[in-house]
């Protein structure tokens, strides 16, 4: 059974920094994409970015473009999203989430985490 637990969340000021892991477990996953979720209040859950498992290619919403990079330890099998410059509009609950595909898609993911608090104040 496909288990992520995301953790890393937190309250931070705009223009600060914070880093999400993802560790998952349950399975190998090369044949794997990888992707960061949020979920505003009030809103609908929207696609964050995104990373092959294998050879590491990745996608990123226009909205965080520049400011978050996402990436995967492989010995450890945790995916991160470091984000930096950060907004008030970044508040969000972000899931960490898995898809078995050999192209990186924005919807329709397999599996997904518990989410994690992130809170950018003013």
């Known amino acids: 059974q496909v288990q992520l637990v995301e953790s890393g969340g937190g309250l931070v000021q705009a223009g600060g920094s914070l880093r999400l892991s993802c560790a998952a477990s349950?399975?190998?996953?090369?044949?794997?994409?990888m992707g960061w979720f949020r979920q505003a209040p009030g809103k609908e859950r929207e696609f964050v970015a995104a990373i092959r498992w294998s050879g590491g290619s990745t996608y990123y919403a226009d909205s965080v473009k520049g400011r978050f990079t996402i990436s995967r330890d492989n010995a450890k099998n945790t995916v991160y999203l470091q984000m930096n410059s950060l907004k008030p509009e970044d508040t969000a609950v972000y899931y960490c989430a898995a898809k078995y595909t050999v192209v990186i898609v924005t919807t329709s993911y397999d599996y997904w985490g518990q989410g994690t608090q992130v809170t950018v104040s003013s």
């Open positions: 349950g399975r190998t996953f090369s044949g794997y994409v």
